[in-house]
């Protein structure tokens, strides 16, 4: 008999009752380390107090009026991102694919509002993830991502992970985009390399076509800097962004220039929710955190710190790891052939230590942005002993 809820999802067999900080409190009340964050979402860690008053304050004075008036929560929001990054303007969403969905229309309104709708098609990398969504999905390509859910959504034209030739090739007379993940997430924490996104810049200008990132997981100070792609030194032309900057609340955005947005007038996108007040009332909050003096100097403190204990656990346990990668406070744990992700995620929460499995054999470890060095290092002991289990199982 199917489950009341559908079971689409391999779920842990933990719930959880509370959190504090970067600490989990089961139902049974065994406290976890959590090194997930809700997949890269819980940026500030559980409870914290600014987020907590940011959405009780909001909460007892107004939760939802449309869009159909103004919202200040929101123009607040969205001048808060735009001082602090590439973007002229955005649209609020409820989720990371929302936010995908408006870059793809936004990226094909462009050219169809500037006289070149066979301008359409967007060119995407292999292992990416950009949701769950048709046309999502269908950007992204993964067999494990559209099995049986076609037809999909035609205009994307996928290339290997970092292949810039393939991408060079790949780009035609209708070509309207290409985009990508700054670090791959679900694809098993993958950077791009800071020359190989200057080159996709350079490749989009020369076209004339707009380079779209998904900054999702990676963005929000995830890597040290607010969004990942200020490490190569470049700006894209629209950018997703989700998870992380809603601290846990479903929050999402869609960030573009003026240039890009050109055909984004009055009635061609709407959400019923999207950029509510409860939303932008953390929202705003979770900014004003990470861009705070000083908060992403520590990001990148601790991303050392983390870095060092992680290479040190990699050198003892050569027979299971076989490298570690990632950017910031976004690493991956890549197991050797004939040790799964999957077994270590569960040999880590059995040590009571929470982290996340990502395709490539790779274990994602996306601690809260605050967490403190003594419970990095707390962490890397818990990951070690699971080592130990594993060997032994
Ligand atoms: C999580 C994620 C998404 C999808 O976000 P949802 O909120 O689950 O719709 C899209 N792109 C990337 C890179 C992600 O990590």
Same mark, same amino acid.
């Given at each position: 008999m199917i489950a009341p809820v559908l079971p689409t999802y391999a779920r842990a067999p933990v719930s959880f009752d509370r959190g504090e900080g970067s600490w989990l409190i089961a139902t049974d009340g065994t406290r976890y380390l959590d090194f997930g964050a809700g997949i890269a979402v819980c940026a500030l860690g559980h409870a914290h107090p600014k987020l907590v008053a940011a959405l009780e304050d909001q909460g007892r004075r107004l939760w939802h009026t449309s869009n159909l008036f103004h919202i200040p929560r929101q123009e607040e929001l969205a001048e808060k991102l735009t001082a602090h990054t590439f973007a002229d303007t955005v649209f609020f969403t409820n989720s990371g694919a929302e936010a995908v969905e408006c870059a793809i229309k936004m990226a094909r309104k462009h050219f169809s509002a500037a006289?070149?709708?066979? %301008?359409h098609r967007i060119v995407t990398f292999e292992g990416a993830f950009h949701g769950r969504t048709l046309a999502t999905i269908s950007a992204a390509g993964g067999a494990k991502l559209v099995d049986g859910f076609g037809p999909l959504l035609p205009g994307f034209d996928h290339v290997p992970f970092g292949d810039i030739d393939a991408l060079k090739a790949a780009i035609g007379p209708e070509t309207a985009a290409v985009m990508i993940e700054p670090v791959q997430g679900e694809g098993g924490i993958r950077p791009v390399p800071r020359e190989a996104l200057r080159e996709i810049r350079a490749a989009c200008d020369e076209h004339g076509i707009l380079l779209i990132l998904d900054?999702?997981?990676?963005?929000?100070? %995830?890597? &040290?800097?607010?969004?990942?792609h200020e490490w190569a030194g470049i700006a894209p032309d629209i950018m997703a962004v989700a998870k992380g900057i809603g601290g846990g609340f479903p929050l999402g955005a869609c960030l573009a220039t003026e240039h890009a947005a050109?055909?984004?007038?009055?009635?061609?996108h709407g959400s019923t929710?999207? &950029?509510n007040p409860l939303a932008c009332a953390v929202g705003a909050a979770v900014m004003d955190e990470i861009t705070a003096p000083g908060f992403l100097d520590a990001v990148n403190a601790k991303a050392g710190y983390l870095r060092q204990r992680l290479g040190e656990l990699a050198d003892e346990n050569p027979d299971i790891i076989e490298g570690i990668r990632g950017e910031g406070l976004m690493q991956g744990v890549k197991l050797r052939d004939g040790h799964a992700a999957a077994d270590l995620v569960a040999a880590c929460r059995d040590e009571h230590l929470v982290t996340v499995g990502a395709a490539d054999n790779t274990m994602r470890i996306l601690p809260p942005l605050n967490v403190s060095d003594a419970d990095l290092a707390e962490g890397v002991a818990r990951i070690s002993r699971a080592c130990t289990r594993l060997r032994a199982a």
């Open positions: 006289g070149q709708p066979e %301008r900054e999702i997981q990676c963005g929000m100070g %995830r890597t &040290g800097k607010l969004f990942a050109s055909g984004m007038t009055a009635g061609t929710y999207g &950029g």
